[in-house]
């Protein structure tokens, strides 16, 4: 069973970075897709990025050319460089993983952005 550990987040000022990281614990190689989402207090949970096995990328209208989602296969590490962050984007955010031929799904614990105006 895959688990995926999400550290990073933290309190930011509006404008404002940080880098989100998912540590997974197999070979991020072999996975379908990662991505990552986000839930906001009585907020349904929404997609933010992803990133599938050959590199193919997709956002959110709300983050691009703000937010960037990559990965560093050595380290099976996903990452979410976020620029520019905005009070709206205060959230959990989560790491999710899509693997196996029968496309299992993994989650993480999730880490607190604040982005303060």
């Known amino acids: 069973q895959v688990q995926l550990v999400e550290s990073g987040g933290g309190l930011v000022q509006t404008g404002g970075s940080l880098r989100l990281s998912c540590a997974a614990s197999?070979?991020?190689?072999?996975?379908?897709?990662m991505g990552w989402y986000r839930q906001a207090p009585g907020k349904q949970r929404e997609l933010v990025a992803t990133?599938?096995?050959?590199?193919?990328?997709n956002y959110a209208e709300s983050v691009k050319g703000r937010f960037t989602i990559s990965r560093d296969n050595a380290k099976n590490t996903l990452y979410l460089q976020m620029n520019s962050l905005q009070p709206e984007d205060t959230a959990v955010y989560l790491c999710?993983?899509?693997?196996?031929?029968?496309?299992?799904?993994?989650w993480g614990q999730g880490t607190q952005v604040t982005v303060s105006s």
């Open positions: 999710n993983a899509a693997y196996g031929s029968s496309w299992y799904y993994a």
């Open positions: 197999g070979s991020i190689f072999s996975f379908n897709t």
């Open positions: 990133l599938t096995n050959n590199g193919r990328t």
